[in-house]
């Protein structure tokens, strides 16, 4: 339950939704599901077993299991490094929710001057008091709970609120898709359209597969020491996965059929959340708007925290794990991130500190492109090529088999198959291809790997699993090989056909969205 509060955050709600709308809807999506699936779950499986199999944090747990003479325990240390600075960006945006929830209860959101959402909030942001003082409420909040014991109270608290996380998402899913004009949200979000993708999107996406399930900076390998020897892993992998998937994935049916409804714009980058989902919660009248939305925004705070704690947790563990004093550790900690997440704060879009840039990016834009898509993957490839090349295959089979214990049907597949040659090859990739942008366009690209993936990897990967089962390797070689080129067909066809569609979508999409800004305008106007 902690490792699942950990992974169920602010990237669920805040910034899947916004990555999803900037890279073109159902294709960012599609991308998700592939990198949450096959790469972000073999990472936290991985994760888990080191941090169980060692029961240290980062950087000892590598010593431990590192081929003598070898300097693995840096990749812990980059980890960590990772660790403090999504920690500190985290705090920015944790406490703007935590100034949400206190402008809905208290109603203020209700009389924002002609439902300017998109204003008051860029107004909120870059003013130099209140984000400031959110942003330290939340820090001594995250902080009290950690110097009390993270154990006891967090796994409680996680395990009572979480579900009801969960049933609130779905009641603005509800409301959302009965406002006018949400088809048109949901074919956004469903309706692949890969002409959108550009490597950078690949990129964030990716990056953001990662961060949202917290693998790839040792958060995981710290949790997983925490837990029992007789906890099913690859268990508790799959349940955190689904679940932190399932919550992404109603956030955005939650959020785009309201952008389009209310004639926002999807694209509207890391103030989405802020800007749109007040609109909903004041389409619910004065009640709706105080009780949906401080709820709402409650929860989210208390999504947001669960994550926080983990992020403090490691960095404090880590500490604790070289002898320090886990209070003094955390103390210090807390006051350097709140110092970095002052200043990052300040330097969003408006604030006094924005106009310093550094490549045309702020502060702000460089921790969320850091932490968003460029240190996530790095860290990741580093972890699973130590996981798969380097750690023995008996320790990891004894361990993920609670010593024999449990069976492991899936062992080959994930092992042999995902963690030695699917993710660091699916990493390897898209990192370089970010790296060398221009050569290719996406699609090729994309085209090209499901044809290698579906001609040459599939078929193997199946003959490699059937043989164990006794089967014919080269019967199901030649069934795989028959198969695909009928799938490699519908994609191309699918690929060709939205790339055609997308050019009158976008004229489309703009035209309702002026419409719907000009309904609702005048709308207010009467009221
Ligand atoms: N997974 C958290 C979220 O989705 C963020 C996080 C990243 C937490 C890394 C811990 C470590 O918001």
Redesign the pocket.
Request: with cysteine; glycine share 10%.
């Given at each position: 339950m902690a490792a699942a509060g950990?992974?169920?955050?602010?990237?669920?709600i805040w910034r899947f939704p916004y990555i999803c709308g900037k890279y073109g809807g159902g294709a960012a999506l599609i991308l998700y599901l592939f990198f949450v699936f096959f790469i972000g779950m073999t990472l936290l499986l991985s994760e888990l077993t080191i941090g169980r199999r060692t029961g240290h944090t980062p950087m000892k747990a590598y010593e431990a299991l590192q081929p003598k003479h070898t300097m693995w325990r840096y990749v812990g240390l980059a980890g960590l490094i990772t660790?403090f600075l999504?920690l500190s960006i985290?705090l920015v945006i944790s406490g703007w929710t935590l100034n949400y929830f206190w402008e809905s209860v208290s109603g203020q959101l209700i009389g924002v001057a002609n439902g300017d959402f998109a204003g008051h909030f860029a107004a909120f942001a870059s003013s130099p008091v209140a984000p400031v003082v959110c942003l330290v409420l939340f820090a001594v909040l995250t902080l009290v709970i950690i110097l009390g014991g993270v154990q006891n109270g967090i796994e409680k608290v996680s395990k009572i609120l979480m579900p009801v996380l969960l049933v609130l998402v779905l009641v603005l899913c509800v409301r959302s898709l009965t406002l006018p004009g949400a088809s048109k949200g949901l074919a956004y979000l469903f309706n692949p359209d890969f002409s959108k993708l550009t490597w950078e999107g690949v990129l964030a996406i990716l990056g953001q597969a990662l961060?949202?399930?917290?693998v790839g900076?040792g958060?995981m390998i710290v949790y997983g020491s925490y837990i029992p020897k007789n906890d099913n892993l690859f268990k508790s992998a799959m349940w955190i996965t689904v679940c932190d998937t399932a919550i992404a994935v109603l956030a955005g049916v939650a959020i785009f059929p309201a952008v389009f409804a209310f004639g926002q714009d999807p694209a509207g980058g890391p103030g989405l959340v802020f800007n749109v989902l007040p609109v909903v919660f004041n389409s619910m009248g004065a009640v709706g708007s105080i009780v949906f939305g401080g709820a709402f925004f409650l929860l989210l705070a208390v999504a947001a925290l669960t994550?926080a704690i983990?992020?403090l947790e490691a960095l404090t563990a880590w500490g604790a794990d070289y002898g320090k004093k886990r209070s003094l550790s955390a103390i210090l900690l807390t006051i350097v991130s709140c110092a970095l997440a002052v200043l990052a704060a300040y330097s969003f879009d408006g604030g006094i500190l924005n106009s310093y840039k550094l490549g045309d990016m702020s502060l702000f834009d460089w921790l969320d492109k850091l932490t968003g898509s460029y240190l996530p993957p790095v860290c990741a490839l580093l972890t699973i090529i130590f996981f798969g090349w380097f750690m023995k295959k008996d320790s990891i089979m004894d361990e993920l088999s609670n010593h024999g214990t449990l069976p492991t049907p899936w062992f080959k597949v994930f092992y042999s198959f995902l963690a030695r040659f699917v993710a660091p090859a699916a990493l390897l990739l898209v990192l370089l291809g970010s790296v060398f942008q221009a050569e290719f366009e996406v699609s090729t690209v994309l085209i090209v790997i499901a044809l290698v993936l579906y001609f040459f990897v599939l078929p193997l990967g199946v003959a490699y699993v059937a043989k164990d089962k006794g089967r014919k390797n080269v019967l199901w070689y030649f069934l795989s090989i028959v198969l695909t080129p009928l799938f490699a067909l519908l994609m191309l066809i699918a690929l060709g056909d939205s790339g055609e569609k997308h050019r009158q979508r976008l004229i489309d999409d703009e035209h309702i969205r002026m419409k719907a800004r000009e309904s609702y305008k005048s709308s207010i106007a009467k009221e």
């Open positions: 950990s992974a169920i955050g602010l990237g669920n660790c999504i985290y961060f949202s399930l917290s900076m958060v994550s983990s992020l």
